[in-house]
Structure formats: C-alpha cells, structure tokens
C-alpha cells in the first residue's frame, strides 16, 4: 500500500523558514516527479513546486527565490525548503508524486504569523 505523509509544518512568524518533508512507502518504481501543493483556506489548491526525476525543478512564481525543492532518491522522499516566509504562504501543503500513478499525502499545515 502506498503512503505518503508530509510533516515539517507548523506555526512560524513571517520571515521564518520552514522545511517540510514528504516520506513515502510502497513506492517501488521510480518516481517522475515529486510535486509540492498547498491550499489556502477558502481557496483552490495550487502549485507551488515540483522537482523531476533529474532534479530539474520548478517553482510558482510566489515561490521563485523563497522555496527550495529537493528529493533523496535513496528513500524516495521529497523536501521543500521554504524561507522568508508570508503570511499569505498559510495553508495546508500537499504533496504529490508520480510514478506509474498519482499518489497525494494528507497534507500538513503551515500558518505564517505577520
């Protein structure tokens, strides 16, 4: 059975940083591409960051410069690295990865106090 769980969120105030990490199992062929996703409350989930499965990433326009994605082959596990954060970064960030299907964690939360 497959599992992917984010943890790393949590409370911060703005300019702080925070690094999530997105663990999975039963994922035994290679992963495309590890895609981070938050949701804002009341609003639509969107696309943050993915990285490919050469390492090429690729970022939001509201993350360029701020966020950093990474991964570890070895465990198959995912990272976003995330500084200089804004309140408007609040929401639940998800993660998604693709391998021979689309596989979403459960989400963890990050709320930035201004």
């Known amino acids: 059975q497959v599992q992917l769980v984010e943890s790393g969120g949590g409370l911060v105030q703005a300019g702080g940083s925070l690094k999530l990490s997105c663990a999975t199992s039963?994922?035994?062929?290679?992963?495309?591409?590890l895609t981070w996703y938050r949701q804002a409350p009341g609003k639509q989930r969107e696309f943050v960051a993915t990285?490919?499965?050469?390492?090429?990433?690729n970022y939001a326009d509201a993350a360029k410069g701020r966020f950093t994605a990474s991964k570890n082959d070895a465990n198959k596990a995912g990272y976003l690295q995330m500084n200089d954060l804004k309140p408007e970064d609040t929401g639940v960030y998800y993660c998604?990865?693709?391998?021979?299907?689309?596989?979403w964690g459960q989400g963890t939360q990050v709320t930035v106090s201004s």
């Open positions: 998604r990865v693709f391998s021979t299907n689309v596989y």
């Open positions: 990285i490919s499965k050469v390492g090429v990433a």
């Open positions: 039963g994922i035994y062929s290679p992963i495309d591409t």
